[in-house]
Structure formats: C-alpha cells, structure tokens
C-alpha cells in the first residue's frame, strides 16, 4: 500500500522568510496530492492540492511542485507570517473511480518568529 | 456555517464505557470519512461511506467499532468498551464525488476522545 514520507518534522523560520516542506510517497500510481493546514484543536484545512497531470500549481504565497519520476512533491510558502504558524500535512491518494483514500505524512510543525 | 461539523467536541470516558460520535458532512456531499488522529500523527483512515452505504473499512476499525449513515446524510461512530488506546482525535470528512472532480475532502473539527 501507499507510504507517505515527510520532513522536516519540525521548521522554524522568521517572518518573511520561505519555508519549504517535503514529502516523498511510495505508490507511483498515486495521482492527487492535497496538502492540509491544521491549527491547534482544529481539524485539517485543505490549503492547496495537485493533481498528477501538472508539475507545479500556484496559489497566492504558496506553491506545489510535483516530480513523479523520483516520486516526491513539495510545499513552498513564502514570505511567511506569524499566522502562517501550525502543522502541515502531505497526504497522497489514488483517484480512481471516484474513490480516494488519504495517506497522510507524519506531519510538519512550522513556527513563524516575528 | 455549511463546514463539516462534529459532536461532541470533547469526551472523556472510562475504560470499558461505550461512546458514540456524530458527524453532520456539508449538505450534498455524497461521501463521508471518518478519520483517527493520534497525538504527533497525520490522519490515520478508518472508514468512508458512499450515501448510506459503507464501502471500506480499515483494520484499524475492530470489532468494537462500528459506524453508520442511515439515511446518506450524518454519521455516527460507536466505539464499545473503550480501551485507553482508543484515545485520539476522529476525525470526519465529507467530499462530493463528481464527474471531473478529484474528491476534495474536507474535514471537520474533530472529537477528542479520552479514556481513562
């Protein structure tokens, strides 16, 4: 089955610097690929996903790149804010019929310093 | 608020107690998820429903655990004779499986479940 891998477990950057978060994931037949931000006592947000067919999608100060030859897709944010504190979460899935199952990294606690 | 929503928020229970979650999907969402969540760990999958039917289970999901959705709208999760590693946040999720969609899920807030 899928196995997700992410790192680091932890980051620690100041404001208005670029934080990057990675995660590599085992099956080559994964095709979507969310990202979620969870603050504490909430649960998961989706903040930006990417689907297998682009190599990298934009939104605002975040990004996702995605390489499926060496199977591993990235999040990058930049110029970072104190609310942009709060663990991140990689997940990857195969879409297939309409059915997904998330398989979620171990997750990214990132602190923002002002 | 159209989110997903979950209740209770909080439960703290003893070992060997039953105790039952609900979850309300965002309206028209044909797909519900529920979720586990341990301290330090992403969301663990532990079961999804296609309208009123239930159409995988994890086996993270025994015996003890059981879910439902009745009518395709909310869903409950019944945990029986609660074990202390039962302990964790369960999580649910809704989507709306469409023609070109990708299944976007999107979660709620959670229930923390605590056995003591």
């Known amino acids: 089955g899928e196995n997700v891998e992410q790192h680091p477990s932890t980051l620690s950057v100041q404001e208005g610097d670029s934080a990057v978060i990675k995660c590599t994931y085992s099956?080559?037949?994964?095709?979507?690929f969310p990202w979620y931000k969870q603050e504490l006592g909430k649960g998961p947000q989706l903040i930006i996903d990417?689907?297998?067919?682009?190599g990298e999608k934009k939104d605002q100060r975040i990004a996702v790149t995605l390489n499926k030859t060496a199977k591993h897709f990235s999040l990058h944010i930049t110029e970072t804010q104190p609310e942009d504190s709060a663990v991140y979460f990689c997940?990857?899935?195969?879409?297939?019929?309409?059915?997904?199952?998330?398989?979620f990294g171990a997750g990214t606690r990132l602190a923002v310093h002002p | 608020d159209t989110g997903v929503s979950q209740n209770p928020r909080h439960k703290i229970t003893k070992r060997g107690q039953n105790v039952t979650f609900r979850c309300d999907p965002i309206?028209?969402?044909?797909?519900l998820y529920w979720y586990r969540q341990t301290l330090g760990q992403g969301p663990e999958f532990l079961t999804y429903?296609?309208?009123?039917?239930?159409?995988?289970k994890s086996r993270l999901l025994s015996d003890r655990f059981s879910a439902e959705r009745p009518k395709g709208s909310f869903s409950t999760l019944e945990i029986q004779r609660t074990e202390q590693g039962d302990s964790a946040m369960y999580l649910c999720?809704?989507?709306?499986?469409?023609?070109?969609?990708?299944?976007?899920?999107?979660f709620g807030p959670g229930t923390r479940l605590t056995v003591l």
């Open positions: 429903f296609q309208n009123e039917a239930q159409l995988e």
């Open positions: 990417i689907r297998s067919n682009v």
């Open positions: 309206s028209e969402h044909n797909r």
């Open positions: 999720a809704s989507s709306l499986v469409a023609p070109s969609s990708y299944n976007e899920q999107f």
């Open positions: 997940a990857a899935s195969l879409f297939s019929g309409g059915y997904n199952k998330l398989i």
């Open positions: 099956d080559s037949a994964s095709n979507y």
